[in-house]
Each structure stands twice: as structure tokens, then as C-alpha cells.
């Protein structure tokens, strides 16, 4: 009860005082300071003021006006109440030399005038700042299309809260980020310095003197800052930012006397990996050969790099993967590659050769045109030819020639005798009962049903592409009555060529391939239909 009282009289007294501004003070945290670089200007009034109080327009002639804070607080020593706001502004000096924060007024009270020292941006030793920012090209000279690399170097002594870094700024080139940053310490005049490197490329799409505004860094550090009172403690977030010097580079065109498609490169290797298991260059028909070809340049992008044409000869069937390419930073070089790997399967026997792969550059080094090369390479295939099926042929009939009419007599009576023999086979053929057909069609089914269709089905659902060309071979093997290889196979129909071909590329693919079913079971489909309608007996037309 007695608290209640004591406190309904404070309350009382304190509502009936009046709070008005008789002071107002303004300081900063440094002086001198750095031009773009941030400091705290504190202002503080002795009432209870509306934030807006502070009127910061008048700053914007010579500074930059970054984050404004505002803080209260009551102090009540032997019942006599003070009330203070402060202001903490952030200011970055847009110019060097002596500029001046003017006083603030606030309910008829002004604050005093600041007079402020700004040096130029740069001129501060790089030891004696928190951070500074660095950017280095890789040369002042290069061609059309040339990767030249530049590389940011931020610089930091104090604890990083927050920032980023922006890229340079270029007209008529293609600028981008290459590789991830790097965080490594430096000593700088006996100062430790955290150090975020990045690399970005320059390609350049147009010839002439390009101008580079450097790279810059905006964001905020953690720095030790007496404790007065204010909202910060001992430690400070300070916004901080900086840019590299600017700088320019000389633009080469392509040189007139070049030949080829347009690649400019420190050095340029053409590699060739071939199996390592087989050194003389010998293999079997059907034995799938793993060939990939690796190009890789220095300061070059990867998609600069051509894409390489496979040409096989007759006998020999490329089926190449998707080109991988990749642009990697080591060592502070840009290097690019460009990998092909190929499935090469053999179909005929014999020797081949594959052509040589020749690749133009240009050294800017040199100033001359280059060429990549890998060389020729044969190849001696062994085993079986392909076995044809059997189509229907008309048969060729040999050309004769008689001296005398006498032989055609002979002839007349010999196909006499034949027709009769067919005529007697076609009655004879005519008084079979049907049991005895259906029991010689029943005994062919039997033979053709030891490998069905069902059976190629259920392979292409479980995606085993070995076992279904495998029973395709034993397939089309009991129709022919003889062992029969892919290559014939296709040969039947375009369809199943399509088909086999999709099969081959699943198999020898190092990627995931689905089998089309559909499309096979189709394509055997349609030469059954074929392969009946070409095996109509000869008879059938003498039905009456």
C-alpha cells in the first residue's frame, strides 16, 4: 500500500515537469577523415525530441548520408529527472579538402558547427586503413575474343560483418565471375590483413581502348569504439566502402592472315586417350573402342573451344557422348578443356584409318598463327564379315548362246517335264488332309517359339540392352536357320536399322539411356509381316 502511494506521487511530480531542448551537441569520431570512407557523426539534444527532429538535408551538398540511428534515454539522480535523444549518422565525404558539417537547429537551439579535414581517397598509407581494394589485369594488350583475367583483391583488418564486392564495369566486352573466392592472410608492413581474392574474365567483342572502372567493395566492418554512452559498445558497425584505380586495355582485331575459326590462346594441347590395354592398334569386330579427345588452352573459355567433328570411314560407326566442357583456375591461369569421348564399333573387317584432328589457334605471345594436332591413327579389325540375310532375289539367268537350233527342242521338252512334276506335287499337295498341315505349322511355331517376342519385351523393361541384342542375334537366327550378327539384322528393314542403331548408342553410351520399346517390338513386327508375305508359296497362284 505504502509503495502504491510513493509511487502515485512520483508520477504526479515528474508529469508536471516540462522537458525543453537547452542544449545540443555534434561530434564526430574522427578528424581527419578518408574521402568515400565512412564516419559517425553524433548528435545529441537534452529532451525527449520525434526522431525527425534531425534535419540531415543539409548535409547532402558535401556528403554522402548513410544509416541514421536514434536512441532515448532517462536519468533520475535525487528526483531530478534528465531526458537526452541521440542521433548517430553515418557520412561519407563526397570530396577532399576542408568541408564543413553545419550546426543543427532544433526548437530554436543550434548546435555548433564542425570544421572537417578530408584527405584524398588513396593517400593514406594501405597499412594504416581497415580496408582497401585492389584490381590487377593480366595484361594491358590483348585480341578480340581473348580471355584476359581480372583479379580483386579486398583487403581487410578489421572483423567482417557484411558486404560486397561489385565486378569491374566495361563497355563492349563480356565480364564474369570464374572460380570460387579465396580467403587467404597477408602481412602488409607488418599489419595483418584478411584477403578475399576473386577472378573475374574479360572478353572483349569489339576492337579499340577500353576504358575499366576498377572493381569496388560496399558493406560494413566491426571496429573497437570507446564506450560513451552511445548505442554502440566497443564494438562498432561501421559502413565501409572502396574501389580499385581505374585502368584501361588496347583491343587487338583478329589478324587478317588467320585461317580457320577464330581461337586466341596462351597455348592450345590436343590430346588423344585411347585403351591403354590395347597397344597395337588391333580389335575385334563388335568390340566397342573408348576414344576421347581432350583440347585444353590457357586463358581461354571453354565455349571458345570448337566443336570437334568425328569422321569414321566405312566399317567403323561413331557413336560420341555429349562434349563436357570446363572452365578451372589454377594458379592464377584460366584453364579451359573441352572432353569427347566416342564409342567406335567395328562392323567390317579390314584396316582403317582415322583421320588427323587439327585445331587452329592463335598465339598472342608469337603473334602468329598455330595448329593443335592429333595424328592419324589405324586401326586393324579382325574377325567374321557380317552375314546378309537372305531376301528373295530373282535369279539371274546366264546368257547362252546356240550354234544350232537343235538344243531347243531338249529345252521344250525339259520344261514340259517340269511342269508336269509341280502339277503332280501341287494334287498331291491338294489331297493332304488338314491335320497333316496343321501338324507341320504347329512344328515350325514350336521351332520359332523357343525365343518370343514376350521374352525381348521383358528385356526392354528391364533396360538390359545386352540381353536384348542378344535375343534379337538368337531371334532373327531361328528365322534364317543360321547365326545372324546386328549388323545383317538392321539391314532388314530401315526401322529396325533406326532401332538397332538407339540400342547400340544405350549400350555403348556411358550416360543413362531408356530402351525404346515400342519402337523395336514394331520395327521386328513389321519385317515378320514382310519376311510372310515374301514366303507365299509358288504354288498358291495355280489354286483354281
Excluded at 110 to 137: C, D, H, Y
Aim: with cysteine.
Amino acid at each position: 500500500m505504502v509503495n502504491r502511494i510513493v509511487f502515485a506521487l512520483l508520477t504526479i511530480l515528474f508529469t508536471g515537469q516540462v522537458f525543453a531542448v537547452s542544449q545540443i551537441q555534434a561530434t564526430v569520431d574522427r578528424n581527419p577523415v578518408m574521402q568515400g570512407e565512412y564516419f559517425v557523426l553524433n548528435v545529441t539534444a537534452d529532451a525527449d525530441l520525434n526522431a525527425g527532429s534531425l534535419d540531415t538535408s543539409v548535409l547532402l551538398k558535401d556528403f554522402v548520408v548513410g544509416r541514421t540511428s536514434v536512441g532515448r534515454s532517462t536519468k533520475m539522480v535525487n528526483f531530478d529527472t534528465t531526458k537526452e535523444t541521440r542521433w548517430q549518422v553515418l557520412l561519407s565525404a563526397k570530396n577532399a579538402g576542408t568541408v564543413t558539417i553545419p550546426p543543427f537547429t532544433m526548437e530554436g537551439v543550434k548546435s555548433n558547427p564542425i570544421t572537417l579535414t578530408v584527405a584524398k581517397a588513396g593517400s593514406q598509407p594501405q597499412q594504416m586503413r581497415n580496408l582497401f581494394i585492389e584490381g590487377e589485369l593480366s595484361t594491358q594488350e590483348a585480341y578480340v575474343g581473348q580471355l584476359v583475367t581480372y583479379q580483386v583483391k579486398l583487403f581487410l583488418a578489421a572483423e567482417l560483418q557484411r558486404g560486397v564486392i561489385s565486378s569491374p564495369e566495361i563497355s563492349g566486352a563480356e565480364i564474369k565471375q570464374i572460380g570460387e573466392d579465396k580467403d587467404s592472410v597477408e602481412i602488409v608492413d607488418g599489419r595483418r590483413f584478411r584477403v578475399i581474392e576473386r577472378t573475374y574474365s574479360i572478353i572483349a567483342d569489339t576492337p579499340g581502348t577500353l576504358a575499366i572502372k576498377g572493381a569496388g567493395f560496399s558493406g560494413d566492418i566491426l571496429v573497437e569504439a570507446p564506450r560513451r554512452g552511445g548505442m554502440f559498445g566497443f564494438n562498432e558497425s561501421r559502413p565501409m566502402q572502396a574501389s580499385a584505380e581505374n585502368t584501361q586495355i588496347v583491343i587487338n582485331p583478329i589478324p587478317q592472315q588467320y585461317q580457320g575459326d577464330w581461337l586466341v590462346s596462351d597455348l592450345l594441347i590436343a590430346k588423344e586417350v585411347w585403351p591403354e590395354e590395347n597397344d597395337n592398334n588391333a580389335f575385334e569386330i563388335g568390340t566397342p573402342i573408348t576414344r576421347t579427345i581432350n583440347i585444353v588452352a590457357s586463358n581461354a573459355d571453354s565455349n571458345s573451344l570448337p566443336d570437334i567433328k568425328i569422321t569414321m570411314p566405312e566399317g567403323l560407326k561413331a557413336y560420341p557422348e555429349k562434349p563436357v566442357r570446363q572452365t578451372i583456375v589454377r594458379e592464377n591461369q584460366v584453364i579451359a578443356q573441352y572432353s569427347l569421348t566416342t564409342a567406335i564399333v567395328p562392323t567390317q573387317p579390314g584396316t582403317f584409318t582415322l583421320p588427323e584432328i587439327s585445331v587452329p589457334w592463335w598465339n598472342p605471345h608469337l603473334r602468329q598463327q598455330q595448329y593443335a594436332t592429333i595424328p592419324a591413327r589405324t586401326v586393324t579389325i579382325t574377325g567374321s564379315a557380317p552375314i546378309n540375310p537372305v531376301q528373295p532375289t530373282v535369279a539371274e539367268q546366264p546368257q547362252t548362246t546356240s550354234s544350232t537350233a537343235g538344243l531347243w527342242p531338249w529345252l521344250t521338252l525339259l520344261f514340259a517335264t517340269l511342269w508336269l512334276i509341280t502339277l503332280a506335287l501341287w494334287l498331291t499337295a491338294r489331297r493332304q488332309k488338314p491335320s497333316q498341315i496343321a501338324d507341320i505349322t504347329s512344328a515350325q511355331s514350336a521351332v520359332k517359339a523357343a525365343i518370343s517376342l514376350q521374352d525381348i519385351e521383358d528385356a526392354c523393361d528391364n533396360n538390359d540392352v545386352s540381353k536384348v541384342i542378344a535375343l534379337l542375334q538368337k531371334w532373327y537366327g531361328s528365322q534364317f536357320n543360321k547365326p545372324i550378327n546386328l549388323s545383317a539384322i538392321a539391314k532388314l528393314s530401315p526401322e529396325l536399322s533406326a532401332a538397332i542403331e538407339q540400342l547400340q548408342q544405350a549400350k555403348y553410351s556411358q550416360n543413362s539411356v531408356v530402351i525404346d520399346k515400342q519402337k523395336l517390338i514394331n520395327a521386328i513386327k513389321q519385317t515378320q509381316l514382310n519376311q510372310t508375305q515374301s514366303d507365299v508359296s509358288p504354288l498358291s497362284s495355280l489354286n483354281p
